[in-house]
């Protein structure tokens, strides 16, 4: 089994736990070129299964996101992806199929304020794996989503560097409605009933993986299953008002 990862630090943790774990951003072209031609080395040309999970958030209104915020985040949450699974494609038909599993977000389902450059890849994900999923039917490979709603991860604590990087908040109109904002990326953790640990998303994987034929989406998570059923049957109207109480 290969774990790849962004800082090379992470890398040399797994590999003290016995992992084979190539460096890869998914930020950086040449190190996705270099990771995809490092990985194929090291299965000798094989790989049964390609796991597209790493993203950031970049929290705050649209209107005050640069198009340079937008660009940094589809390069790490999207085009990364897509370029790694395109590399991976030639290996996986050689060998008669393979499994691409990309890991979406309840946010891919529907949007909420705040979020709307995450939301954006990841309607983007959705969009992009769908159209993958119906390409490479009869080839062996299986394309699948995984949707998670609220897990146990670091995402807010990582979403701050870039908030500060790109958000002037404080040359804002919304100025007094980032004050809630600023109170969840900077204050203590919220306790949320509906959070799962990460170990909910290993058991999607593995059904993904180990399933003989398997689903298109994998839905983890109260809020996912909820809100993928309001947006197939609530008007816009009422899901939009849903949305902004969320």
Same mark, same amino acid.
């Given at each position: 089994?290969?774990?790849?990862?962004?800082?090379?630090?992470?890398?040399? !943790?797994?590999?003290?736990?016995?992992?084979?774990?190539?460096? =890869?951003?998914?930020?950086? $072209?040449?190190?996705?070129?270099?990771?995809? #031609?490092?990985?194929?080395?090291?299965?000798?040309?094989?790989?049964?299964?390609?796991?597209?999970?790493? #993203?950031?958030?970049?929290?705050?209104?649209?209107?005050?996101?640069?198009?340079?915020?937008?660009?940094?985040?589809?390069?790490?949450?999207?085009?990364?992806?897509?370029?790694?699974?395109?590399?991976?494609? $030639?290996?996986?038909?050689?060998?008669?199929?393979?499994?691409?599993?990309?890991?979406?977000?309840?946010?891919?389902?529907?949007?909420?304020?705040?979020?709307? #450059?995450?939301?954006?890849?990841?309607?983007?994900?959705?969009?992009?794996?769908?159209?993958?999923?119906?390409?490479?039917?009869?080839?062996?490979?299986?394309?699948?989503?995984?949707?998670?709603?609220?897990?146990?991860?670091?995402?807010?604590?990582?979403?701050?560097?870039?908030?500060?990087? &790109?958000?002037? &908040?404080?040359?804002?109109?919304?100025?007094?409605?980032?004050?809630?904002? =600023?109170?969840?990326?900077?204050?203590?953790?919220?306790?949320?009933?509906?959070?799962?640990?990460?170990?909910?998303?290993?058991?999607?994987?593995?059904?993904?993986?180990?399933?003989?034929?398997?689903?298109?989406?994998?839905?983890?998570?109260? $809020?996912?299953?909820?809100?993928?059923?309001?947006?197939?049957?609530?008007?816009?109207?009422?899901?939009? &008002?849903?949305? !902004?109480?969320?």
């Amino acid at each position: 089994m290969l774990a790849s990862c962004r800082q090379e630090r992470d890398c040399e !943790r797994l590999r003290a736990e016995g992992f084979e774990s190539p460096r =890869l951003d998914y930020a950086d $072209p040449r190190s996705v070129e270099a990771g995809a #031609a490092e990985a194929l080395r090291l299965t000798g040309g094989r790989l049964d299964a390609l796991f597209n999970n790493g #993203a950031f958030a970049c929290p705050g209104a649209l209107e005050d996101l640069p198009r340079e915020a937008l660009e940094a985040i589809f390069q790490a949450n999207l085009f990364g992806w897509h370029d790694l699974a395109a590399r991976v494609i $030639p290996a996986m038909r050689a060998q008669g199929g393979g499994r691409i599993v990309q890991c979406s977000s309840v946010l891919g389902l529907v949007g909420l304020r705040w979020r709307g #450059a995450y939301v954006a890849t990841k309607f983007a994900l959705e969009g992009l794996t769908d159209v993958l999923r119906l390409e490479m039917a009869g080839t062996g490979i299986h394309v699948v989503l995984i949707e998670p709603g609220p897990i146990r991860t670091r995402i807010r604590e990582n979403a701050v560097t870039h908030f500060e990087r &790109w958000i002037d &908040w404080q040359g804002s109109a919304r100025r007094a409605e980032y004050e809630g904002l =600023l109170d969840r990326l900077y204050g203590p953790p919220r306790a949320d009933a509906w959070e799962l640990g990460p170990e909910a998303v290993t058991r999607a994987l593995l059904r993904a993986l180990e399933a003989a034929r398997p689903r298109a989406r994998y839905r983890v998570t109260a $809020p996912t299953h909820l809100m993928a059923a309001a947006r197939r049957l609530l008007p816009t109207p009422a899901l939009d &008002w849903l949305a !902004r109480r969320a």
